[in-house]
């Protein structure tokens, strides 16, 4: 019978690579909590209506790429494409955006059915954060400052480049919507399949055609920067202005109009070179509209979200992974010989109680003296512990091993071990 293998574009994390995806969550949780915000978790499957209301009848992924089906009540339900429109959902439905200012952060599995590539898969993870009830520059600023934060914390710094763009309101957009798509309609034979589907319904997309021949006409059209109005334009000024004081660099780029339909004023991507197309580890911007679109009160909004994927291949790209990630096991306890090979276990639990902070590994399933040390080598413990058969006469004994070439070794009695391990694994070479 042939092999069940897993659907396309939805990987398994192997125990190899684990670590540094762990490396990864606890670095931006520690970081997001230290801002104050406050972990949210939703479902992965929603109400398809959800997503469409959000992000955009007609937008790539909600015409496109979306996991939806009927569930066995006939209910349309899609799995997430993302993680906004369940926060804002979830947090609206049990009253936390009511006349209040939140600050929440979400970690999880997202899904999209895009051409899967490196970098672009189609169960993928985003850590988000999302701020409600505050509608000024400085909380827009904040949100831009933990991602600048990140990139120190993982010394990915000078890897990633900030791009912000100002799109306006939604009003601006309706007006620079109806001189775009007057200026295509000029040139409609000339677009690309899509674009001429888009001319109507959604000209703004246009503007993201990868088509150079779309792109080649898209020189002489109307620019989003002569339609968006004043109070965004000092908005986003003001953004600038605590950007350069806070000293983060960026690139306004007019063309960075995102993918999804809920953004207004301030939006933005982090950008790599490292990863070739699928370049953009983060993105994010304000969406003051969402909440009322979704039938709550209005409420101003900012939010990001990094993609894990991206991250961790970008860490493993440039080698910015710290060698003390790959060490998960400090010591691996044997018996020399079957007759004593009963009092490992409970050494084990002995010393795992009296030491908490040391990771240790009892061997289990028994096996010759040499097979049982080449288990302990292979382990990627730095120390081994090994009980031996007790004297006659006198104290029983156990001998500390360090597992590197040399094998050198010493033997403690047990009042003695704790101070002895402890000793062997700080003289081991504990990577930074
Ligand atoms: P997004 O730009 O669609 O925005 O996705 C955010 C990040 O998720 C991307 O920059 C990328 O790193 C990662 N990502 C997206 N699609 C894939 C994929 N197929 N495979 C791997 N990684 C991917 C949002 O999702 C918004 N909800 C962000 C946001 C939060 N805006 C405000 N708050």
Redesign the pocket.
């Known amino acids: 019978m042939s092999k069940i293998q897993a659907i396309r574009?939805m990987n398994d994390i192997l125990p190899t690579e684990t670590p540094t995806w762990q490396y990864v969550e606890q670095v931006t949780q520690a970081l997001v909590q230290s801002y104050g915000y406050r972990e949210i978790r939703f479902p992965v499957l929603e109400q398809s209506q959800l997503f469409k209301r959000s992000i955009g009848e007609v937008t790539d992924?909600v015409e496109k790429e979306m996991y939806s089906f009927a569930d066995r009540n006939g209910d349309e339900l899609s799995l997430r494409?993302?993680?906004?429109?369940g926060?804002v959902r979830a947090a609206e439905q049990h009253g936390l955006l009511y006349n209040q200012q939140q600050r929440l952060w979400y970690r999880g599995p997202?899904f999209?059915h895009?051409r899967?590539q490196k970098?672009?898969?189609?169960q993928?993870?985003?850590v988000?954060?999302?701020s409600f009830g505050m509608a000024g520059p400085d909380i827009d600023a904040e949100i831009i400052l933990i991602s600048v934060a990140l990139w120190r914390e993982l010394g990915l710094s000078k890897n990633v480049r900030l791009e912000i763009n100002n799109i306006g309101t939604a009003a601006d957009r309706r007006a620079f919507g109806a001189a775009l798509t007057a200026f295509l309609q000029q040139h409609e034979a000339d677009l690309d399949e899509d674009s001429q589907r888009r001319l109507l319904s959604n000209p703004l997309r246009v503007l993201d055609s990868k088509v150079p021949a779309t792109q080649a006409l898209l020189v002489n059209a109307p620019s989003l920067v002569e339609y968006v109005s004043p109070e965004t334009v000092a908005h986003y000024d003001q953004l600038k202005k605590l950007l350069r004081a806070n000293d983060v660099d960026f690139v306004e780029n007019p063309r960075l109009v995102?993918?999804?339909d809920?953004?207004n004023n301030m939006v933005f991507?982090?950008i790599t070179d490292e990863l070739g197309a699928?370049g953009?580890?983060?993105?994010?911007?304000r969406?003051d509209s969402l909440v009322s679109q979704l039938g709550g009160r209005g409420t101003p909004?900012?939010?990001?979200?990094?993609?894990?994927?991206?991250?961790v291949l970008l860490l493993e790209t440039i080698g910015q992974v710290p060698d003390s990630v790959n060490q998960v096991l400090d010591v691996y306890l044997l018996a020399s010989d079957a007759a004593v090979a009963d009092q490992v276990l409970k050494l084990a639990e002995e010393l795992r109680a009296r030491l908490p902070d040391v990771r240790l590994m009892s061997h289990c399933g028994g096996g010759k003296f040499n097979s049982q040390l080449k288990k302990a080598y292979n382990s990627g413990a730095r120390v081994a512990v090994i009980v031996d058969t007790p004297p006659d006469t006198g104290e029983q004994t156990v001998r500390v091993r360090q597992l590197d070439e040399e094998g050198s070794s010493e033997a403690v009695t047990l009042q003695n071990l704790d101070a002895a391990l402890l000793k062997a694994l700080a003289q081991t070479s504990a990577p930074a």
């Open positions: 574009g992924i494409p993302e993680g906004t429109a926060c997202m999209r895009e899967p970098g672009r898969y189609r993928f993870h985003q988000g954060i999302e995102r993918g999804l809920y953004y991507e982090w699928q953009t580890v983060c993105a994010g911007g969406y909004a900012v939010g990001l979200a990094f993609g894990m994927e991206r991250l």
